[in-house]
């Protein structure tokens, strides 16, 4: 038996079943949810890091998207808040690395 204790997507136990194999879920309450979102985002980030393809790219805004629903922010919502930090703060378009500050 292998332990994972960690948030799968909502598929995977139907996935595992399908492959003849049995798992066991619980369904997390609030505070635990938020709280292993945060820790996928991470792993996401690792993994696309270690493999930076479209795919893990993916995994990672799925995650950011459950957040978003759980903190009851809609895409649209979101993409405003994006759209107002591009225009005070711009992008990343001209590739600028910082290098230090005087004063």
């Known amino acids: 038996m292998r332990v994972y204790n960690k948030l799968v997507r909502d598929r995977i136990p139907d996935i595992i079943a399908a492959s003849g194999k049995r798992c066991a879920v619980r369904v997390l309450g609030d505070e635990e ?3 292993s979102l945060n820790q996928k985002l ?3 980030v690792e993994e696309y890091r270690a493999n930076p393809g479209v795919e893990e790219l993916a995994d990672l805004v799925e995650v950011v998207h459950a957040i978003l629903e759980f903190k009851g922010i809609t ?3 979101f993409e405003q808040i994006r759209r107002e ?3 005070a703060r711009g992008g990343f378009s001209r590739r600028l690395f910082l290098l230090h500050v005087s004063d």
């Open 33 to 35: 949810y938020l709280l």
């Open 85 to 87: 930090k591009r225009e």
């Open 75 to 77: 895409l649209e919502q």
């Open 42 to 44: 991470g792993e996401e």
